[in-house]
Nanobody, 125 residues
Framework: QLQLVESGGGLVQPGGSLRLSCAAS????????IGWFRQAPGKEREGVSC????????NYADSVKGRFTISRDNARNTVYLQMNSLIAEDTAIYYC??????????????????WGQGTQVGVSS
């Protein structure tokens, strides 16, 4: 059974950091581009960052550029999202998802085939 499991969420103060992990089971992650998305209460799900299956290509939403870094370790079947300089607007449930695109990656919700259950990130003083 194909499964993605997110971890690493929590509550931090503004300016703090968190590292989210997305672990895959039941399939090999290196066949897929992986995206991180988030959804705040009352808002639509939005793309945060994605990384191609090789790891050579990444994309970021303007709102997180320079603060978030996506990476992957295909040997561990895991993708990471390092989040620094967190602000209140980053508060949301964060989801990872897999897209069987051959090259590059994209930040469109509809492009992704498999989704995790999400992990909560809260930024508050």
């Amino acid at each position: 059974q194909l499964q993605l499991v997110e971890s690493g969420g929590g509550l931090v103060q503004p300016g703090g950091s968190l590292r989210l992990s997305c672990a895959a089971s039941g399939f090999t992650l290196d066949d897929y581009a992986i995206g991180w998305f988030r959804q705040a209460p009352g808002k639509e799900r939005e793309g945060v960052s994605c990384i191609s299956n090789s790891g050579r290509s990444t994309n970021y939403a303007d709102s997180v550029k320079g603060r978030f870094t996506i990476s992957r370790d295909n040997a561990r079947n895991t993708v990471y999202l390092q989040m620094n300089s967190l602000i209140a607007e980053d508060t949301a449930i964060y989801y990872c998802a897999a897209d069987r695109i051959r090259y590059g990656c994209r930040l469109y919700v509809s492009s992704y085939d498999y989704w995790g259950q999400g992990t909560q990130v809260g930024v508050s003083s």
